[in-house]
Every structure is written in C-alpha cells, then in structure tokens.
C-alpha cells in the first residue's frame, strides 16, 4: 500500500490585510496570485509553504519553541455500528457542483438520526434553504472503527483538515485506537431521552460579548462549546464559566497561548465537564492525542518531547477526547462554506474557521443552538476579542472567508436553525 510521507503541514494562513485593505479580502488575494504566478515554481513551493506556518487568526512565530509555556461528564452511550465506506450526495441537482479535486462523496454515519426532540435542527433543517446541501448521516467525529486500510485509501487523496494525506498509516491508526470508548462516537448526547432537547451554547470570542451579560445565559444551557482562546477567568458575567467542549487544533491552541498569554490565556479549559475536541489539519494533532492518552510525552514532529499535561491537566481519560471526521471539515468548505478562494491558486491552504467548524458541529449533533461571539454585520463597533485590553479592529485572513461566515450565521438565524447574539440592543 503507498503512503504519503508523515511530514508535518501546518493549516494555512495568510497574512492579514490592514486599513483599506481590509475592506476587501478579494483585493489581497488577486495580488497575491499575480505574485505567485510571476514566481518560478521553486519560489512558488516556497512561498506557499510559508503561507501554510500559520494558525486561524494569528500569526506563527517558526522561531519559538512548538509547545513549551511556562505558565458534564458525558453519559455512557452504546457504540454504532462501523461507518459505511461512502455515501452519495443527497439531492444532488440541487447542490452546487464541486469539482473533483475537492470530493464531494463521504462516509456514512447514522449517529443522529434519531433525535427524541420533537423540534430539532434535523427534524426542521429539511424544509429550509439548507436542506438540499445538508447530509443527515455525515460523520462528525472519527474514532476507532474508522482506523481501516480502506477508509485511509479513500481519504489519503485529501490534504490538510481535510483528509489523511498528511498523516502517516502507523500514526493514524494508534492514535484513533486510543478512541474506542463508547462517548468517541458522540459529542453531544442528542438520542432519544423522554423527547427531552439538547441545548447547546457555542461561544466564539468575539467582542461583542464585552459588557454583554449573556454568562448566565450561555451556562444554563446543557453543553456551552468555546474554542482557541477560551478566556473565561474575570469574564464570566459577560461570557460564561463552563466549557463542555474545547475545540482546537493543536496549531491554534499554540498560537492562541501565544497571542493572549497577557491576556490570561495560560491554558486551555481545564475542569471535569470539560472535553477536547481536536479539529485535526495536520499529523501533530493525531501525535499530541497519542501522548495525551498513552500519558506520554510526544514522540516525534515539531512537538516532540511536550507534556501533553501541560494542556489538559492530569485527568487524561479517553472520554475526555473527542477527534472530528475529515469528512466533516471537508464536506462544511464543500456546501456551507465554499468560498471564492477555492478558484484562486490558494484553495489548498483555505478552510472554514475553529469557530465555525465548531458552530456547525453543534447544528449537526445539537437539539437547538445559540451563538454567542460571533461575528455580525455591525463588527466594527466592536473589538477583535471581548478579552482584549483596548480596541483592536477585527483583522481578516486570507486562509479563512470570515465575512462569508458571518453571512451564513445571518441566513442560519432567518431560517430558524440557531439564535444569534446581535448585541443587547437586539436581543
């Protein structure tokens, strides 16, 4: 069997514009693909590698060490039954079409589908605007019965976030053997339970949440998600106390304890309720899972050598880890979030946000969703992050399509699948 190469591939970043600039990502990206064309093809490769050093919205610093700081529990559930190889798309004359490169065929998991809710997002989302594009039984997580040789054909042809090209056979298979207790093949418990509905607060760390005292709110629901820099200590009228589910890749984790480390950002959620959930875009996600639940330290890649303790705490349980589907990733850039990048000669190195892969998780696995933090189309009354110490403008990447997202929380919000925070005079 050939394997790609266990080389390390970083999620993809660009730079972000500023002042004028930053009205129109469109602007950048033509620039930077005349650059890139009038490159030779050595300078390209280098370019582009260079591109790819970079985490969601911040800047990575190649020189700094990679992963050394100085600074509810989820009932047991039956496991399912082993995802079916793939699946063709629904409806397919009403989805757009995708280009081959980009593979628009899944795997098969029939997890929730049988939500006992009798208003869920699954029960409602088909009479919507969204319902041709949404796929019912598309896996959200992956777990130990998705360690085959089969599904690692399929899914090697994929690189980054959305595939397993970049992550060696022996690699992938330890590490997704950890995951093979019954919660690793759910994240929130939305199954039959006396018609009773999950509600589900998802957090994103925007500042509009400043001032907004929405805390009590977002911690009265039954799981709260927040994601990268996930400051809670000072903030909690305002943004909460609980955390049920981090989500991260291990590239934004390290970049967020760098950015906001004097911000209080010392590390990730660290309590019993919390779970971690791994949006993997490179081997080192699949490596720090290994170390978390071997309890070792990590044995090869950037990290090598790194406490995965010095990020979870010391209760390192196998349900405490959760791991999402390249599936999942690939199949939200393919119908929700398909942006104008993905015609440029950057579409490698694009992919949704941690923030609205984490908010699109939870409409796939929750009864009923809120969003907190997100952004909105009056963002520029506000700073970046609700934890930041001054005003800071909101900054735009080429790697992610944040005004598209924000216009499909808008069209989310009309059609009746979530709530969205708009501000106190909104609310």
Same mark, same amino acid.
């Given at each position: ?30 620039l ?5 064309? $009038?490159?030779?093809?050595? &300078?390209?490769? *280098?370019? @582009? %590698?260079?591109? +790819? #050093?970079?985490?969601?919205r ?25 995802p079916?190889?793939?699946?063709q798309?629904?409806?397919p ?37 969204f319902g ?11 777990w130990?019965?998705?360690a ?19 992550v060696?056979w ?5 590490? $997704?053997?950890?995951?093979? &207790?019954?919660? *690793?093949? @759910? %994240?929130?418990? +939305? #199954? ?18 400043r ?6 709110t ?20 305002d ?32 309590t ?26 990590v ?18 349980q196998v349900?405490?880890?959760?791991? @999402?589907?390249?599936?999942?990733i ?22 949704p ?7 699109l998780?939870?409409?796939h ?12 189309p009056?963002?520029?009354a ?46």
């Open positions: 069997m050939r394997r790609p190469p266990g080389g390390c591939c970083c999620p993809p970043a660009l730079a972000p514009c500023s002042g004028r600039c930053a009205r129109s990502t469109g602007l950048a990206l033509a930077l693909t005349v650059l890139l064309l $009038l490159l030779p093809p050595p &300078a390209q490769r *280098s370019l @582009l %590698l260079q591109l +790819s #050093r970079a985490g969601d911040t800047p990575l610093h190649p020189s700094q060490p990679p992963l050394s700081f100085r600074n509810p529990v989820h009932p047991r559930v039956t496991t399912t039954a082993a079916e190889r793939v699946t798309v629904a409806r004359s009403l989805v757009p079409s995708v280009p081959p490169d980009l593979g628009d065929t899944y795997g098969q998991d029939e997890t929730y589908s049988s939500s006992g809710c009798p208003n869920s997002i699954r029960k409602r989302i088909g009479a919507t605007r041709a594009i949404f796929l019912p039984t598309i896996p959200v997580l992956q130990a019965r998705h085959r040789e089969d599904e690692y054909q399929r899914l090697c042809q994929y690189g980054g976030a959305h595939g397993w090209k970049d060696r022996d690699v992938l298979k330890s590490a $997704l053997s950890f995951l093979n &207790a019954s919660s *690793s093949a @759910l %994240l929130a418990d +939305s #199954r039959p339970r006396a018609a009773r509905c999950t509600r589900c607060a998802v957090v994103g760390n925007g500042g509009i949440l001032g907004s005292g929405m805390g009590a977002i911690d009265a629901h039954d799981y709260v998600f927040r994601v990268n820099g996930a400051i809670t200590e000072g903030f909690e009228r943004v909460g106390s609980r955390t049920s589910f981090y989500v991260f890749s291990t590239n934004t984790m390290v970049n967020a304890l760098r950015s906001y480390a004097d911000d209080g950002f010392q590390h990730p959620p660290q019993p309720e919390t779970c971690y959930v791994f949006l993997p875009d490179h081997d080192r996600d699949y490596l720090l899972l290994r170390a978390a639940l071997s309890r070792q330290r044995d090869s890649g950037r990290d090598e050598g790194v406490h995965p303790q010095e990020f979870f705490g010391e209760d390192l349900g405490k880890f959760r791991m @999402l589907h390249p599936d999942f690939r199949y939200l850039r393919n119908r929700f979030l398909r942006s104008h990048i993905l015609a440029t000669p950057f579409w490698p190195l694009y992919r946000s941690t923030g609205a892969v984490m908010l998780a939870a409409i696995t929750c009864d009923q969703v809120s969003a907190f933090g997100f952004m909105t009056g963002y520029q506000y700073s970046d992050h609700y934890f930041d110490r001054g005003h800071k403008k909101v900054q735009f990447f080429v790697n992610h399509d944040l005004r598209m997202e924000m216009r499909l929380w808008q069209r989310l919000q009309s059609s009746g699948i979530l709530w969205l925070y708009s501000g106190p005079e909104k609310t």
